[in-house]
């Protein structure tokens, strides 16, 4: 049986943030920074997932992030990363990007390049605090290579179909289904919905839970098996 909690989120009812007159505009599927809502702080070790987009020459300065894991997906454009360890990456569509922040680093986030960036950026929370920052990219990320990320006994898939195909969601006590493009058709809470670009779902104890894919379309499946831990 599949339970959903909150089957859907709109990518209208996401919280914006970030500062436009900067070239910087963000979209918070959860509580972040100056937004709280108590009913929406994380779903399992899942604590953020925004939409960013940046203008030419717009970006984040260096800043600290520590006992979080973050995985970058980017949609379009190119993204600059540099941090306190040294690495110094372009990030390109189809490439995921993992910085793990463990006891304490600093990095920064640029769009270096004359066109648009958009990527979407999420953070879980490791089942383990501490330990020494790492960094990683995969490039040409493809539904055959599922992404594991051990420290928060989570795995990220990237699905993609095209019109009229199915989309096979895994079975997790947490399943999180952000759409980057296209339109797919979920069954939610004995319900039918059609979910477009930026728009979510989260799952309950997944189980045997298919998508119908109404225009070509690319998701990031979120498969979760820890409980979240806090403090």
Do not use: K
Request: with cysteine; aromatic share 8%; hydrophobic share 40%.
């Amino acid at each position: 049986m599949t339970h959903v909690r909150r089957a859907v989120q709109r990518a209208g009812e996401r919280f914006p943030g970030g500062d436009p007159e900067a070239g910087i505009e963000t979209w918070h599927a959860f509580s972040f920074s100056g937004f709280y809502d108590s009913d929406n702080v994380r779903f399992g070790p899942l604590a953020a997932c925004n939409e960013e987009h940046l203008a030419a020459g717009a970006g984040f300065a260096m800043h600290p992030h520590r006992d979080v894991e973050i995985v970058t997906w980017v949609v379009e454009g190119e993204l600059t990363h540099e941090d306190s360890a040294g690495h110094a990456t372009v990030v390109r569509p189809g490439d995921l990007q993992r910085l793990s922040a463990g006891s304490g680093v600093r990095h920064s986030e640029r769009n270096e390049s004359a066109g648009p960036l958009r990527f979407v950026q999420m953070w879980l929370t490791p089942s383990d605090y501490g330990g020494e920052p790492s960094y990683e990219v995969v490039r040409g990320v493809s539904e055959s290579t599922p992404y594991a990320l051990a420290r928060a006994d989570a795995v990220l898939h990237v699905r993609r179909a095209g019109d009229g195909g199915t989309i096979a969601l895994p079975d997790a006590p947490w399943v999180y289904v952000h759409v980057v493009r296209g339109v797919v058709r979920v069954e939610a809470g004995g319900s039918s919905e059609a979910l477009s670009a930026g728009d979510a779902v989260r799952v309950l104890d997944a189980e045997g839970v298919v998508v119908g894919v109404e225009v070509a379309a690319e998701l990031l499946v979120w498969e979760m098996h820890a409980e979240p831990r806090f403090g």
